[in-house]
């Protein structure tokens, strides 16, 4: 009966539920450790207990474009972290930013079967959210506020908390559409289902309302162009239609954006000069200088962590900074450039793209029993895109929580993108019928 609850699929969702608790940290022979970490290589363990005839062989040859994508990340962090100083530290975030995800990563790939399993993580990290943003409501109603009154609940500041609640919105969208599609008939009469529907509801609530007070203005941008891209590439129907739902978005955020017209903060963010020390600003000045980093580092970078101490060297070279404490230079490319070289550059927009593409083919493909991943595939490919947009102002992956969340979502597409090869959906040429239905052929049980 335990063995049957202790796995590595629970554990898994366990994980995947635990990722804010990375903030409690401890040591086991001297090396440093926090939950979600000793959670994913528990259910590391388990899942080789419980698969020890696995063929790593056959994994290798399913998932080989993924690996060399995911090889040359790896090598471009390490030569670099072996060619810079400050090792320790480079190590650690090799170890906790890509191993430990990775391991997740590596058993969600093999142990995930079906929509449902896909759901289920879904439900961990947002319920995980939906937490963080009930305890950041709690601060917000104590006052317990940054300077310029931002919710940054117990994260470092109010753009973190931002980064690790915006890809709850796309899964409680998905639950809670998905709900009034299957009829809200069908929730009346079952009494269970209608407070899950509720909980969603007041859950989805709780998220927006945390994320709308970090007054994190990237990802309220990033997160409503996701939708409106994702709508504009997958959505059926005729282009009218799209173009009516990207509106109502695109008017829903110019509302949103209109209630900061009285906000110094907003009213600064359409002043470039660096007397104006606005949000804008200080990132100009910080991407300057992280360009002039990689001047002298364009090949190797400057390691993992290394960002801050060179970022100060730098100074020399440019007026006063206008914000000293900057761990990361506020870019995902320039993040992974700065720290892991070329290479580790090349791997990750290799990997990103080459998913994105794979994923579109699923969520374009026509409906059918057998490829019900198509119903969750928006649901990755919106989170995917938010963390691109936003990379553009932040970095949404250099940090503990967010390279769970970020791995996660990878491998879950992972999973749909091998079950999609195997049964051989094809996107319907453009030029065809809508009542035409493609073929699927070659599928085979795991």
Same mark, same amino acid.
């Given at each position: 009966?335990?063995?049957?609850?202790?796995?590595?699929?629970?554990?898994i969702w366990l994980s995947a539920l635990s990722t804010p608790l990375y903030l409690v940290k401890f040591s086991f022979f001297g090396l440093p450790f926090n939950i979600p970490e000793v959670l994913i290589i528990t259910a590391f363990v388990f899942w080789l207990a419980e698969n020890r005839n696995f063929s790593w062989k056959i994994f290798y040859r399913r998932h080989k474009k993924f690996l060399a994508g995911i090889f040359l990340m790896l090598l471009g962090l390490v030569i670099s972290a072996l060619i810079n100083p400050n090792r320790l530290a480079e190590w650690g975030i090799i170890k906790s930013w890509l191993i430990i995800p990775l391991i997740l990563s590596f058993v969600i790939v093999n142990e995930i079967k079906n929509k449902r399993d896909i759901e289920n993580i879904f439900k961990a990290l947002y319920f995980s959210a939906a937490a963080v943003s009930f305890i950041g409501l709690i601060y917000f109603f104590k006052g317990d506020l940054t300077y310029d009154f931002r919710l940054k609940a117990f994260f470092l500041s109010p753009n973190y908390l931002a980064m690790f609640l915006s890809p709850a919105v796309f899964m409680g969208n998905y639950f809670i559409v998905s709900r009034i599609k299957n009829g809200l008939r069908h929730l009346i009469e079952k009494r269970v289902a209608i407070i899950l529907f509720i909980l969603f509801l007041l859950s989805q609530a709780a998220v927006l309302a945390a994320l709308y007070l970090t007054y994190s203005y990237a990802a309220w941008i990033a997160v409503i162009l996701s939708f409106i891209i994702?709508?504009?590439?997958i959505k059926n129907g005729e282009i009218f239609k799209k173009i009516k739902i990207a509106a109502v978005l695109l008017i829903i955020l110019?509302? +949103?954006?209109? !209630?900061?017209?009285?906000?110094?903060?907003f009213n600064e963010l359409f002043n470039w000069q660096a007397e104006s020390r606005s949000s804008l600003a200080s990132r100009i000045m910080i991407w300057q200088s992280a360009e002039k980093i990689l001047e002298d580092n364009f090949l190797w970078g400057i390691g993992p962590g290394n960002f801050q101490s060179e970022y100060l060297e730098y100074?020399?070279?440019?007026?006063?900074?206008?914000?000293w404490?900057?761990?990361q230079p506020h870019n995902?490319?320039?993040?992974?450039?700065l720290q892991g070289g070329i290479l580790g550059l090349a791997g990750f927009l290799y990997l990103v793209f080459y998913w994105i593409r794979e994923i579109v083919k699923i969520a374009k493909s026509k409906i059918s029993p057998e490829n019900d991943f198509k119903k969750t595939a928006p649901v990755l490919l919106g989170i995917m895109i938010?963390?691109?947009?936003?990379? +553009?102002?932040? !970095?949404?992956?250099?940090k503990n929580d967010l390279a769970i969340v970020f791995w996660t979502v990878f491998s879950l597409g992972a999973v749909s993108i091998n079950f999609n090869k195997k049964i051989g959906?094809?996107?319907?040429?453009?030029e065809k019928r809508e009542s035409e239905r493609s073929e699927a052929g070659g599928f085979e049980k795991r």
């Open positions: 009966m335990f063995m049957s609850i202790i796995n590595a699929k629970n554990l994702v709508n504009l590439i110019s509302i +949103i954006l209109i !209630t900061q017209a009285g906000n110094s903060k100074q020399k070279y440019f007026p006063p900074y206008l914000e404490a900057v761990p995902l490319c320039l993040a992974f450039w938010y963390i691109l947009l936003h990379g +553009i102002a932040d !970095t949404p992956y250099w959906f094809k996107t319907p040429p453009l």
